[in-house]
């Protein structure tokens, strides 16, 4: 099957989430068998650039090139429709289906389009986004509704999200979890201590942190629940913010409690992956507060490694670690405090939460990602389960596709 897929958004100021899973789809789709034949497309830019974009993903060295620059091309594709995906790109030409993996959505593919709609964070929380940001998610996913054949969300609490608060209807969803994949090669263990040293983090229990320094994810809880743990008489660690700078981040780090942390609060920006893997490994908690996720893919990789988890109690965040994390109400200042406190200080039982971890993450494997993504293809191509009411807007349970035999939810 020869599938055309955006990734754009690896050429993001902040590719974050998104970006990752768009470079696994296209590795994946094109390395599991049966395989396919994935073709990644960007809208124009500086060689250099694209190149250096191409690389940090893993994809390697080539993708389709539109001929227009990303801000005009997205607006006239949100708007408009327009242009084809296929004017003045030869190579996406013939295809069996485009997949955007965001709200980017390409304008009259030529074949059967599905789009991935991660959420419907810019609807329910307006005010952690920018306005150019709002309105581009809000027209994104009014065209996702109005062009897509089906929509891909990556949990059941994002797709009922979706249908409840978007234009996308319930009937014209299908959940696929996102995929667990392996540390790179050249993060092998042997050389943890050489990259903890070098991010400044060896030889002292760190709280760990990784995502996009935005509203959404509640950078500032976290930050004062680690400085009310290192008041007297309690027993504190350094914290750890590592990830892309994002967006609206002024304040995002509240100044007293920042002053309260003095050295103990390290902030190591955008990390490689290798470095990535060792701080996943050597931390003693990964913290996750986020005021509002669509599946969350930092916690599950901390759990792939050991690693014990405390994480908002949102619905996404229960779907996806189930009771294999401790939980903590988003923006519950106190609650975080106690819940890590509980892991740092030893009175839970580490050793049975991180073996809980690694078994839930082992769910999430490459295999059922790409054989529940190649089944929302063939129906879409049809070869598959027929779209029944397709924009018809019927409330219900989004069709499941991702589920390995023998699944029992323990939320």
């Known amino acids: 099957m020869r599938v055309a897929v955006n990734v754009e958004q690896l050429l993001s100021p902040s590719p974050g989430g998104i970006g990752r899973h768009a470079a696994q789809l296209v590795m994946l789709l094109g390395s599991l068998p049966p395989v396919d034949e994935p073709v990644p497309f960007v809208a124009r830019h500086r060689p250099g650039e694209l190149a250096a974009a191409l690389a940090g993903s893993g994809l390697g060295p080539t993708a389709v090139v539109l001929p227009f620059p ?179 981040p002024e304040g995002l780090v509240p100044a007293a409690a920042r002053g309260d942390l003095g050295a103990d609060l390290v902030q190591l920006g955008r990390v490689d992956d290798a470095t990535l893997w060792a701080l996943y490994r050597g931390a003693a908690v990964f913290a996750f507060p986020s005021r509002h996720e669509g599946f969350g893919m930092p916690p599950l990789e901390a759990m792939s490694q050991g690693c014990p988890v405390v994480a908002s109690d949102l619905p996404a965040l229960r779907e996806v670690l189930g009771a294999a994390a401790c939980y903590a109400p988003p923006g519950d200042v106190e609650a975080w405090s106690a819940a890590l406190g509980s892991l740092l200080d030893g009175s839970a039982d580490l050793a049975a939460l ?53 699944y029992v939810d323990d939320t």
Do not use: N
Not at 139 to 147: N, P, Q
């Open 70 to 248: 990303r801000r005009p091309l997205y607006e006239t594709w949100v708007r408009f429709g327009l242009p084809p995906l296929a004017l003045g790109a030869p190579d996406l030409r013939d295809l069996d289906v485009v997949h955007a993996p965001s709200v980017a959505v390409p304008g009259r593919p030529g074949a059967p389009l599905v789009v991935t709609v991660h959420d419907a964070a810019a609807e329910l929380h307006p005010e952690a986004f920018t306005p150019r940001g709002r309105r581009w998610h809000s027209r994104g996913v009014a065209a996702a509704a109005r062009r897509a054949d089906l929509v891909v969300a990556p949990t059941h609490a994002a797709a009922e999200e979706i249908a409840a608060h978007t234009p996308v209807p319930a009937a014209r969803i299908r959940v696929v979890h996102h995929a667990l994949t392996a540390p790179p090669p050249d993060a092998d263990r042997g050389r943890d201590g050489e990259r903890l040293s070098a991010a400044g983090v060896d030889g002292v229990p760190y709280v760990l942190w990784i995502g996009s320094l935005e509203p959404r994810k509640g950078v500032g809880t976290l930050v004062e629940a680690m400085a009310a743990l290192g008041r007297p008489g309690r027993r504190g660690a350094r914290l750890v913010l590592a990830g892309y700078a994002g967006w609206l």
């Open 354 to 406: 991180a073996a809980a971890g690694r078994d839930r993450a082992g769910r999430y494997t490459p295999e059922a990602f790409v054989a529940a993504t190649r089944s929302v293809y063939r129906e879409v191509v049809g070869d598959g389960p027929g779209l029944g009411a397709r924009g018809a807007g019927a409330r219900r349970r989004p069709r499941e596709h991702c589920e390995p035999k023998g």
